[in-house]
Structure formats: C-alpha cells, structure tokens
C-alpha cells in the first residue's frame, strides 16, 4: 500500500516543486529511483535466499521508516514564489466533460498498469514454472529497473521528437508483448529478456504520463487533472492485483497471464482511441 500509494505521491511533489520554480527533472529524480530499486531488489532477493520470507517485510518497514525520514526533512515547495493562478478544484465528471480524450486516456492507463502490477506481483510463480526462484525474481526486478534508467534521464529530450500521447501508446503495445512473453517462456532467460521490454513499456508510461495532462490542460484544471493521471497506478494496481489473484487461484497461472495480457491489449486500444479524439 505505501509502495503504491508513494509513486503517485512523488509525482505530486516533483510537479509542485517545479511550479513553485524549483528547478526539479522528474526525469532524473525517476531515473534515481529506479536505480536505488534495482540495488534493492536485488539485495532483497538475496537476503530473502539466506533469511527467509522474513526479510521482505523487514526490508519493506525499514525503506518506509527510511522514505518517512527523507520526506520530514524535505524543504516546502511553498518557499518560492507560489503561481499566480491557483487550479480550480474540479471532479472527474468536469474534466470528462472538458476533456473527453485526456478521460479516456486514463481509463486507458488503469489497464495498463493493471498489467504491470498483476504481473508484477504474480512474477514468482511465473519464474517459478520455469524453475526461478527468490533470487531471480530480484534480478529480473533489477534488471527491469535498470532498463529504466535511460529513458527516464532523457525523457525531456525524447518529448521533443514524439510527443506524450504517441509514447503512451508505444508503452502499451510494450507491457503486451512483454506478456506474450511470460506466457510462452520455457526458462529463466527469457524472462529475464522480457525484462528489457520495459524500456518501451512501463519505463515511458511512467516517463510520459505526467507531462500528457500538461500538455493538454488548461493552467485552472491542471492540479485535478495530474491528480487523475495518478491515481491511474492506484486504481491499476488494485484492479490488477484482485482480479490477478481471484483468476490465479480459480483458474492457474496461464489463465492469470492471459488475463493480463487482455488488460495491455485493451488498454492499447483505449489509447490508439483518445489520440483519435484529439
């Protein structure tokens, strides 16, 4: 739940910052955390192989103290001047009615992280049948992480040649046949392959998710609309980790892959129809 409900969270921040003229790159700070996470997960899986089960929530408390530490003692972004105009505060109805397209996208987004997090979660017992274990699910989580990187440090420049709509939409085409992948993987490797997918996949649904509504929102329905952006990865995971877990017990893990893979599939098409409405 923290872990979820922090990644929407460090969006808010980052974006706050910048409008209150602190020179923050989301792209780097993205780039940074997802360096740490590659460091940690891998750590996490070994320790995991020595200790037990127990070390991931021991690992899991000790990251949120050390998050909570980090936050306390973060400056206000109020410390600069704030903007001239404040955002209205608006429902989801007002900004569908408005901005049709910018609402679609979402529903859009929900169903793609809803691929990632049920895959994500479930990602053991995908490696288990190809005969992983704890140790590799933390480098194929690594691996993912540092695949990341690149396109999280150059998002601004990669803005510039396509824009955000078109590189979501790319993201989505990415998380479906990076399913495709775990569906039909008969060893380790090529789920550690799967994982270099992530570089056209949840590495620029994360890079250019926040600069859509910015591009597309008028200065007075900004704060709302980010605030929708984000929660699409909570409303995703949850979504992806209930129906995951109801299909995976019911019905096995193939069934549960395919799910997903449904989730990318769909989301792609929900996607490829908002550009049409622009």
Same mark, same amino acid.
């Given at each position: ?28 700070? @993205?780039?940074?955390?997802?360096l740490?996470y ?41 410390? !600069? !001047? ?14 569908r ?10 529903l ?5 992280f ?9 990602l053991l ?7 992983g274990?704890? @140790? ?49 993987a ?8 799967? !994982? ?20 597309r929102?008028?200065?007075g329905?900004?704060?709302?609309? !980010? ?52």
């Amino acid at each position: 739940i923290f872990g979820n409900g922090m990644m929407p969270f460090t969006v808010i921040i980052c974006f706050e910052y910048r409008s209150n003229g602190f020179p923050v790159d989301y792209g780097k700070t @993205r780039a940074g955390g997802s360096l740490f996470y590659a460091i940690a997960v891998y750590l996490i899986g070994v320790m995991t192989e020595k200790g037990g089960p127990i070390m991931v929530p021991i690992s899991g408390i000790a990251l949120c103290i050390a998050d909570w530490i980090v936050l306390m003692t973060m400056k206000s972004s109020r410390h !600069q !001047q704030a903007p001239e105009k404040a955002d209205k505060k608006v429902g989801v109805n007002e900004i569908r009615r408005r901005y049709p397209a910018f609402f679609l996208m979402t529903l859009g987004l929900v169903l793609l992280f809803a691929f990632h997090n049920g895959t994500n979660t479930y990602l053991l017992p995908i490696l288990e049948r190809v005969g992983g274990d704890t @140790r590799a699910l933390g480098t194929a989580f690594a691996i993912s992480a540092i695949t990341e990187i690149p396109v999280e440090i150059f998002i601004e420049k990669i803005l510039k040649k396509i824009s955000s709509d078109k590189l979501l939409l790319i993201s989505g085409f990415g998380f479906f046949f990076k399913g495709i992948m775990y569906l039909m993987a008969g060893n380790v490797a090529v789920i550690y392959l799967s !994982q270099l997918l992530e570089i056209v996949s949840y590495a620029l649904y994360s890079g250019a998710a926040p600069y859509y509504a910015d591009e597309r929102i008028a200065p007075g329905y900004l704060s709302s609309a !980010q605030a929708m952006m984000t929660s699409c990865t909570m409303v995703g995971a949850v979504l992806g980790n209930l129906t995951s877990g109801w299909i995976y017990d019911g019905f096995g893990l193939s069934s549960m892959i395919l799910l997903c893979i449904g989730y990318a599939a769909a989301g792609t098409v929900i996607i490829g129809a908002s550009l049409k409405m622009e």
